[in-house]
């Protein structure tokens, strides 16, 4: 896919404000060869790979988080981690109570569970919001799963709820909105990229250093635009990948599609309002049904 194409997906017209997006101001921004969906990352400062492995080992943990405050709150936004083929660790097992966003998520469920059953007559769309899909874990009427930041092929996710305590939940901590796309594409092929591509790259060259953070327009936002990751050879400290996933569908529409025609402004206002009606969708648009 073309960059102006993938931008414009994003809710974006110019390159120049993806890099004005507060998460991604350290870095330089360059959209792929062969329009392979993602853009790669370089750090600004010149930042050696061994000095970044050496700050996170000075703590002498497998998993510590990234986090941002904004609006009077702190948001983790990812994890920084050490991966190896075998990590000596026991989940504590601790029980969570629920956390704001899982909260969330149930009353945005309760609250659209009568409008979900209507179709608007008027645009042939179904009512439906990301918090629904998110707490019933994805609904296969719509190409979005429930993505994990970092993923569940690494054997570190339990510590993310004992690292946390006892007032949030891992599971949600961890997860976001995230079309199928962006979070499931592995073809090589047809330079066809998400984010199970470099997942699987990182296992394959373990031990490494790792890092995956959800990146987020506006602190207000429902839905992330993207997931930044970065791997770095433990062995020999070279950066493998260092790259934006852009949270996008990658597949062309159907010819009679009003997806063809969503403006950069109604994809804004998705990620900015979760609401997939924002976009039109039709359950015609959905890759099961072309």
């Known amino acids: 896919m073309e960059e102006r194409e993938v931008l414009k997906r994003l809710g974006f017209k110019e390159e120049k404000e993806l890099a004005s997006i507060e998460q991604l101001q ?36 497998y998993l510590l988080p990234v986090f941002h405050y904004a609006y009077g709150r702190v948001t983790i936004t990812g994890w920084r981690a050490w991966l190896e083929n075998e990590v000596v660790y026991f989940h504590k097992g601790a029980r969570h109570d629920k956390s704001w966003i ?116 506006d602190w207000n936002d429902v839905v992330p635009i993207g997931t930044r990751i970065r791997m770095i050879d433990a062995i020999n400290f070279k950066e493998r990948f260092h790259v934006f996933i852009p949270n996008i569908v990658h597949e062309e529409f159907s010819p009679d599609s009003i997806l063809n025609k969503t403006t950069a402004e109604q994809y804004r206002a998705f990620f900015k309002g979760g609401d997939l009606n924002s976009l039109k969708w039709k359950k015609a648009d959905t890759p099961k049904n072309k």
């Open 102 to 217: 899982q909260k969330r998520y149930e009353t945005r469920e309760n609250m659209s569970k009568h409008d979900e059953s209507k179709d608007d007559s008027t645009n042939g769309t179904t009512v439906t919001h990301v918090d629904s899909i998110m707490s019933s874990g994805g609904k296969k009427s719509y190409p979005i799963d429930a993505g994990h930041v970092l993923a569940k092929l690494t054997n570190l996710t339990p510590l993310i709820s004992d690292y946390l305590g006892s007032n949030q939940n891992s599971d949600n901590i961890n997860t976001y909105p995230q079309f199928k796309n962006a979070n499931e594409k592995d073809k090589i092929t047809d330079h066809d990229y998400g984010q199970l591509h470099f997942e699987r790259k990182a296992l394959d060259n373990l031990p490494c250093y790792y890092e995956a953070e959800a990146i987020i327009r």
């Open 26 to 61: 350290d870095y330089n921004i360059s959209y792929a060869e062969d329009d392979e969906n993602y853009f790669n990352l370089s750090d600004k400062d010149g930042k050696k790979p061994e000095k970044i492995i050496e700050s996170f080992l000075q703590y002498h943990r």
